[in-house]
Nanobody, 125 residues
Framework: QVQLVESGGGLVQAGGSLRLSCAAS????????MGWFRQAPGKEREFVAA????????YYADSVKGRFTISRDNAKNTVYLQMNSLKPEDTAVYYC??????????????????WGQGTQVTVSS
């Protein structure tokens, strides 16, 4: 079992920055990959970024590449999403998720078996 709690969401103006955190507990954090997804009203949940268990490999959606950075601190059982140059279209509920199934891919919701409750990010124009 893995429990995930996100924090760091809020309201920011376009061009601003936010850093999301996701604290994990339960299973050994350094043994599984982590991902961030987001869901805007009326839209499906979409992949944002993922990071391997060691932090050595990262993956990004094209829409956030160059603006967002995913990282993890295995000593603190925490994964981060640094979001810079935010745009109104980044407005969504952001979820962190754990991939303990070792699926070999990180882009789809079905590859993650544990989810946080989500944190709202609102970017005003």
């Amino acid at each position: 079992q893995v429990q995930l709690v996100e924090s760091g969401g809020g309201l920011v103006q376009a061009g601003g920055s936010l850093r999301l955190s996701c604290a994990a507990s339960g299973r050994t954090f350094s043994s599984y990959a982590m991902g961030w997804f987001r869901q805007a009203p009326g839209k499906e949940r979409e992949f944002v970024a993922a990071i391997s268990w060691s932090g050595g490999n990262t993956y990004y959606a094209d829409s956030v590449k160059g603006r967002f950075t995913i990282s993890r601190d295995n000593a603190k059982n925490t994964v981060y999403l640094q979001m810079n140059s935010l745009k109104p279209e980044d407005t969504a509920v952001y979820y962190c998720a754990a991939n303990t199934m070792y699926s070999g891919s990180y882009y789809y919701t079905y590859e993650y078996d544990y989810w946080g409750q989500g944190t709202q990010v609102t970017v005003s124009s």
